[in-house]
């Protein structure tokens, strides 16, 4: 069971920061066969909180158990939309809206993206949200600490912020960019891939030695597969990548055209594949042309981006860059891929 609670949501610039929980539309059938019961609640709990936040409909909780989807904190006179938007997600069963909120406060959330921390919460005061944020700060490692956290007369946080702040920093580095931690009352939740079964043990044995005993630890991590270990790290992405384009060849283009050929067409599959389940990465996709071409360039680009884009691959990571004047022996029919 994935039961994830979030702070309310208005129509405010939080609406920003909210979309990073769910950066990857993962695709049901995709999922199903690569991933274990507990991922595929996981990737219909990001895909229930990507439409949601899409459609403007704010939530404090979303709980999937099997193909069953729980709906907490919607507002009034939208409920029903809610309902309709979700049973139209492929892979769920049935959706129910509670009326009672029991969740005002009690909630938080750290979210790594890259280099990045996106910290959600719910706080009662400026001085609150102030030590938060600076107990993280003083513990990130480097990375930029993205403030999403609201302020609500009568919230409370799950845990201290030094326990939070604490149990942040305790997370093994090769799990520091892939796993989510999602506070609740008295649990406190972890989800995302684990590159090896030695990385899993050390996670459940550091959470164990830090986490006093009134606080109960779910883990919904799960052991890496297929193109999931991409995520550690931009350099370990870049060689995945830069063996998908390799085996086949590359993103080619006929001569002058604007049209993948054949086998470049099957090269971006695979490399949409990749991008969907190793979320987080920039993707700077530099194109070629002959000399003096830069509108060709900047077209072909375009037609990969808007292909990735299609097929499930967040937009916000995907930027473009041309480079139409190149040496005479350099190759002018593709569309090379950088990671970071």
Same mark, same amino acid.
């Given at each position: 069971?994935?039961? $994830?609670?979030?702070?309310?949501?208005?129509?405010?610039?939080?609406?920003?920061?909210?979309?990073?929980?769910?950066?990857?539309?993962?695709?049901?059938?995709?999922?199903?066969?690569?991933?274990?019961? @507990?991922?595929?609640?996981?990737?219909?709990?990001?895909?229930?909180?990507?439409?949601?936040?899409?459609?403007?409909?704010?939530?404090?909780?979303?709980?999937?158990?099997?193909?069953?989807?729980?709906?907490?904190?919607?507002?009034?006179?939208?409920?029903?939309?809610?309902?309709?938007?979700?049973?139209?997600?492929?892979? =769920?069963?049935?959706?129910?809206?509670?009326?009672?909120?029991?969740?005002?406060?009690?909630? #938080?959330?750290?979210?790594?993206?890259?280099?990045?921390?996106?910290?959600?919460?719910?706080?009662?005061?400026?001085?609150?949200?102030?030590?938060?944020?600076?107990?993280?700060?003083?513990?990130?490692?480097?990375?930029?600490?993205?403030?999403?956290?609201?302020?609500?007369?009568?919230?409370?946080?799950?845990?201290?912020?030094?326990?939070?702040?604490?149990?942040?920093?305790?997370?093994?580095?090769?799990?520091?960019?892939?796993?989510?931690?999602?506070?609740?009352?008295?649990?406190?939740?972890?989800?995302?891939?684990?590159?090896?079964?030695?990385?899993?043990?050390?996670?459940?044995?550091?959470?164990?030695?830090?986490?006093?005993?009134?606080?109960?630890?779910?883990?919904?991590?799960?052991?890496?597969?297929?193109?999931?270990?991409?995520?550690?790290?931009?350099?370990?992405?870049?060689?995945?990548?830069?063996?998908?384009?390799?085996?086949?060849?590359?993103?080619?283009?006929?001569?002058?055209?604007?049209?993948?050929?054949?086998?470049?067409?099957?090269?971006?599959? $695979?490399?949409?594949?990749?991008?969907?389940?190793?979320?987080? #990465?920039? =993707?700077?996709?530099?194109?070629?042309?002959?000399?003096?071409?830069?509108?060709?360039?900047?077209? $072909?680009?375009?037609?990969? $981006? @808007?292909?990735?884009?299609?097929?499930?691959?967040?937009?916000?990571?995907?930027? #473009?860059?041309?480079?139409?004047?190149?040496?005479?022996?350099?190759?002018?029919?593709?569309?090379?891929?950088?990671?970071?």
């Amino acid at each position: 069971m994935v039961h $994830r609670q979030l702070p309310r949501v208005g129509r405010t610039q939080s609406w920003r920061w909210l979309a990073m929980l769910v950066l990857v539309p993962a695709v049901l059938s995709t999922a199903g066969m690569i991933w274990p019961g @507990a991922a595929i609640e996981e990737t219909l709990t990001r895909r229930s909180e990507e439409i949601l936040t899409e459609s403007r409909i704010s939530f404090t909780g979303v709980e999937v158990r099997g193909r069953d989807v729980r709906l907490s904190g919607i507002p009034a006179g939208r409920r029903s939309e809610a309902k309709a938007k979700l049973e139209e997600v492929p892979g =769920v069963r049935t959706v129910n809206t509670v009326t009672t909120d029991d969740s005002a406060g009690g909630t #938080m959330s750290v979210i790594p993206r890259g280099r990045q921390l996106a910290v959600f919460g719910l706080v009662p005061d400026e001085a609150t949200k102030d030590r938060l944020l600076g107990e993280i700060r003083a513990r990130r490692d480097g990375r930029e600490v993205v403030d999403a956290v609201l302020i609500a007369r009568g919230a409370v946080l799950p845990a201290d912020p030094g326990l939070v702040a604490e149990v942040m920093a305790g997370v093994p580095a090769e799990t520091a960019d892939t796993v989510s931690m999602y506070w609740w009352s008295d649990t406190l939740m972890l989800t995302g891939p684990v590159i090896d079964e030695e990385t899993v043990v050390e996670l459940r044995s550091v959470m164990h030695d830090l986490l006093p005993a009134e606080i109960r630890l779910e883990d919904r991590t799960w052991q890496a597969r297929l193109g999931e270990t991409a995520t550690f790290g931009a350099e370990a992405f870049q060689e995945s990548v830069s063996t998908v384009l390799a085996d086949g060849g590359g993103l080619r283009f006929a001569a002058g055209s604007t049209r993948l050929t054949a086998a470049g067409a099957e090269v971006l599959n $695979r490399l949409a594949g990749l991008l969907r389940v190793a979320p987080g #990465m920039p =993707v700077v996709l530099e194109s070629h042309a002959p000399e003096g071409e830069s509108e060709l360039a900047g077209a $072909r680009a375009e037609a990969v $981006r @808007a292909q990735l884009l299609d097929q499930g691959v967040s937009g916000s990571l995907v930027t #473009m860059r041309s480079s139409p004047d190149i040496a005479d022996d350099s190759d002018v029919d593709v569309v090379d891929v950088q990671i970071g």
